[in-house]
């Protein structure tokens, strides 16, 4: 079945926040089991709104289908418990700071000295190595040095940065990459590995158009709105209400927008012949475009422009997208059982495999709810040494699970 991509794939998740989270999720959503390891306190997340009863949301979208179990890693006996369970699994993946998981006993040489066929995955703002590594790492920071923000924001106007915490998000993405293709080369030769994932290298990976124009273009990519730096028609435009997106990339396709918009010799204008000679003269382009726009909603142009099958669309509001036939067909929101809440709606990750989109059916766990039955389900644990675990301290949980 396809939800039970990764069923038999154990992962040690000693992530927090955002990034991590974000990765392992996506791994239970294909059927891993994945060992949330909090501290005292839980992740955060558990701590930062919007909240419903007391429940964090951002935790909850990012921590669904997981196991927590709550260890205080400043006792010694902490610290070699997380490493027992590091070592029974198949994954490990960390977001510390460059360094602490070593100190912790918890790095990937110790881990992959004892266990070589572990892939062992560490998230970071600036990687393992590297002049930034020790520079504190926030989305903010990552988008300001990456380039992102110096090509994102008005014409003329400031940087800008992008209204979700991207550089997490891609680090995230590309660490659950990262780890699958380790997972099928140790398929073949047995071999683990050790994945140094950056979100300043993720983010900067992901501006292909930027680099374009620097390495083959010759010049600084700049900011252009709500436009294509390298394409004409391709950006938002004014009508009587408010903004409509066009999306023309062939000529073909502009000759016909031309005639709708009741310009048919534009497409033998030499300053609109061609793309290239369009961005160039996109500013004229614009008001000419904006001249039939302007007399119209935008719903109405865009009815004119599908009519004839020109790509363009309203522009979306959150709720708007989340409502429309298209979000709910693709079931790109999940209802989830939870405990107290009912239900919480969950975004899980979007692939169709074998016309199923598989998400895992369990919420995020109360913090250090699972423990018995991670550690039940852990060789070398019986149930004397599981109830000296908790009298001792080293494991904090309910009174049901120190008590069964």
């Not at 881990?111 to 572990?118: A, E, G, I, N, V």
């Not at 991207?166 to 683990?192: H, K």
């Not at 501006?207 to 709500?226: I, M, S, Y």
Request: glycine share 8%.
């Amino acid at each position: 079945m396809s939800s039970n991509i990764l069923a038999g794939i154990r992962v040690f998740d000693m992530t927090r926040v955002l990034a991590g989270p974000y990765c392992t999720a996506l791994m239970a959503d294909l059927g891993a089991e994945v060992i949330k390891l909090e501290p005292p306190h839980g992740d955060e997340y558990r701590h930062i709104g919007p909240f419903r009863e007391g429940e964090s949301a951002l935790f909850h979208l990012t921590n669904r289908g997981k196991q927590s179990i709550v260890i205080d890693l400043q006792r010694e006996e902490g610290r070699m418990l997380a490493q027992e369970l590091a070592l029974s699994c198949d994954v490990v993946v960390e977001n510390f700071r460059p360094g602490v998981a070593a100190k912790l006993g918890l790095g990937a040489e110790s881990l992959r000295q004892q266990k070589p066929q572990l892939v062992y995955a560490s998230i970071s703002g600036f990687g393992q190595r590297g002049p930034w590594t020790n520079k504190p790492a926030y989305d903010l920071i990552v988008q300001a040095l990456s380039g992102l923000m110096a090509v994102n924001g008005e014409e003329g106007g400031s940087p800008l940065k992008v209204g979700e915490s991207i550089g997490d998000l891609a680090a995230g993405l590309f660490a659950s990459w990262a780890v699958l293709g380790a997972l099928f080369r140790r398929e073949r030769t047995a071999e683990g590995s050790t994945i140094d994932v950056s979100m300043h290298d993720a983010l900067f990976s992901l501006l292909p158009t930027a680099h374009a124009q620097l390495f083959f273009g010759g010049r600084e990519p700049a900011r252009t709105g709500n436009r294509h730096p390298l394409s004409t028609p391709f950006g938002c435009y004014a009508a009587q209400d408010g903004m409509f997106a066009v999306a023309v990339l062939n000529e073909k396709h502009f000759a016909i927008l031309a005639e709708v918009i009741g310009h048919p010799g534009l497409a033998e204008d030499p300053h609109f012949m061609t793309d290239n000679a369009r961005t160039q003269h996109e500013p004229q382009l614009k008001t000419i475009i904006e001249s039939w726009s302007h007399q119209r909603t935008a719903s109405e142009a865009v009815a004119a422009l599908e009519a004839r099958q020109i790509p363009c669309a309203m522009i979306s509001k959150v709720s708007q997208a989340a409502a429309s036939d298209q979000t709910v067909q693709r079931k790109l929101v999940t209802a989830l059982q939870h405990p107290t809440l009912s239900t919480v709606q969950v975004v899980g990750q979007p692939v169709v495999f074998d016309q199923m989109k598989p998400v895992t059916m369990s919420a995020a766990p109360a913090l250090g709810a699972d423990a018995l039955t991670i550690l039940r389900n852990t060789p070398g644990f019986d149930a004397e040494r599981i109830k000296a675990l908790f009298s001792g301290g080293t494991i904090k949980g309910s009174e049901h699970a120190k008590s069964a």
